[in-house]
């Protein structure tokens, strides 16, 4: 057999495989009778294999961190293995995309399968059905990454689309608006016949399998992808099966946050964050945008967690322990925290520390991650930042304060006005020692890039 120079498909040929689809297409759609934000009441938390492996990620590698968490993180909350992107392109590289001659890995309507040498388990049209089987069995849930829209080869080919007799890919794409750093997809035209067709597919193929969480790439920056997001919102509603829906990258426009908060269960307020510092100073003041849209079921995604060993085989640097250090480190987990965001761990798992696994186990930090409510910044000025809070049910106020300067500082609150506890027993969050008792004010000096997240109970 000759070598394939630039892209080969794997045709799906097992007869029951394809039946099963063209029957589920053929059925009418599903009326669901549940809110997508029922789903994802509180914020996600989970494994994306981005940060450790970029493009490259293998079966066994997500068999390692599921089973890693399935031992040390499930009774804490995390649930989810995310499958990062290009798990159909059996030959990419690390620290980037082979964009030179990709071998893809689509079924015969155009729509991608999982590289069978990478995924194994994947061979004889099981897809990721195996995969997420073995997750599911650890109480465990299973995502995956796409990019929006059609793929390239499937336009080339002129695939036909499932549910949509006589249409093929090629008749509903554009080259307009197509994703500007990685070139794998065209966009998808909302109204032609046959493009909602396509989303249609895909999601019935990802429901089979088990997925229950995607990341969809591509759909914010630099322009808000509004049809297709609509599009792919129908797609999974009609699918029948409970899929949290991740929008990527950022930034996400702040004009946009009425119509992804009714479509999304989270979405990206940033590009990648990093294990740099000015991240988190980024990150603050992109966030000041997005504290009214922080509800169940609707979260504002401060992107992955950097922490821990990154980039083994990553997009960005080399093989490493995260260069920030352990103030920073404190100050991104309390952000993250404090402002409801998605907790994505970006580490490979299996070779966490002592202390990057005290970040992801602290019970009274992750209680108020899942429980608070009414998040507010009360400040953000000279380099100092005050957000808070509160926990309904038990009365108990959260303050965190940051010190975004290079050199310590001090902050002080005058509590009244900020409609915090006058009188109160505060207690360090992340240690549980008592700082003391306030009365009034609250004054604490923090180092450079350090913060402190407090608990309030009123006395």
Not at 76 to 85: A, F, L
Not at 237 to 257: K, N
Request: hydrophobic share 40%; net charge neutral; aromatic share 10%.
């Amino acid at each position: 057999m000759k070598p394939l120079a630039l892209a080969c498909i794997v045709l799906c040929t097992t007869l029951s495989f394809t039946n099963s689809y063209a029957q589920l297409q053929a059925s009418s759609p599903q009326t669901p009778t549940y809110s997508f934000k029922d789903w994802a009441v509180t914020p996600p938390m989970g494994w994306n294999s981005w940060d450790c492996y970029g493009p490259t990620v293998t079966e066994a590698e997500v068999k390692a961190n599921a089973d890693y968490m399935a031992n040390h993180l499930k009774d804490y909350g995390w649930e989810y293995i995310v499958v990062d992107i290009r798990w159909n392109i059996q030959n990419d590289n690390a620290g980037g995309y082979n964009e030179t001659n990709p071998i893809y890995t689509l079924d015969e309507y155009g729509r991608y399968l999982p590289a069978p040498n990478r995924f194994p388990s994947s061979l004889n049209g099981v897809g990721f059905k195996a995969l997420a089987d073995y997750i599911h069995d650890k109480g465990l849930k299973f995502g995956i990454h796409i990019m929006r829209g059609v793929p390239k080869l499937a336009v080339e080919r002129k695939l036909p689309i499932l549910g949509a007799p006589g249409v093929t890919a090629d008749q509903i794409h554009s080259k307009e608006n197509q994703c500007r750093w990685l070139r794998d997809n065209y966009t998808i035209v909302a109204g032609r016949p046959g493009s909602q067709e396509y989303y249609n597919s895909i999601f019935d193929l990802y429901a089979s399998w088990g997925v229950d969480f995607i990341k969809i790439d591509d759909l914010s920056a630099p322009i808000y992808h509004k049809a297709e997001v609509e599009m792919i919102r129908k797609a999974i509603d009609r699918c029948g099966r409970p899929i949290v829906l991740s929008t990527s990258p950022g930034e996400t426009p702040p004009s946009a946050g009425p119509h992804v908060s009714e479509h999304a269960n989270m979405w990206r307020m940033v590009n990648d964050v990093w294990d740099v510092w000015r991240d988190i100073p980024h990150l603050l003041k992109i966030a000041q945008d997005w504290y009214p849209y922080i509800a169940p079921g609707t979260w504002p995604d401060c992107d992955m967690i950097p922490l821990g060993r990154i980039s083994i085989r990553g997009e960005r640097g080399v093989n490493r322990v995260t260069r920030l250090s352990v103030d920073e480190q404190y100050s991104l987990m309390t952000l993250f925290t404090i402002f409801k965001s998605p907790l994505m761990f970006g580490g490979d798992l299996p070779s966490n520390d002592a202390f990057t696994l005290s970040l992801l186990t602290n019970k009274e930090v992750l209680r108020m991650h899942k429980e608070s409510s009414r998040v507010r910044q009360l400040f953000q000025v000279d380099n100092k930042v005050a957000i808070s809070s509160v926990n309904e049910a038990t009365g108990e106020v959260y303050l965190a304060l940051f010190n975004m300067g290079n050199e310590a500082q001090t902050i002080s609150l005058d509590l009244a006005h900020y409609d915090l506890p006058v009188k109160a027993v505060v207690r360090n969050l992340w240690s549980g020692k008592r700082v003391g008792r306030v009365d009034g004010e609250f004054v604490q000096t923090l180092g450079a890039h350090g913060c402190g997240l407090y608990v309030f109970v009123g006395r």
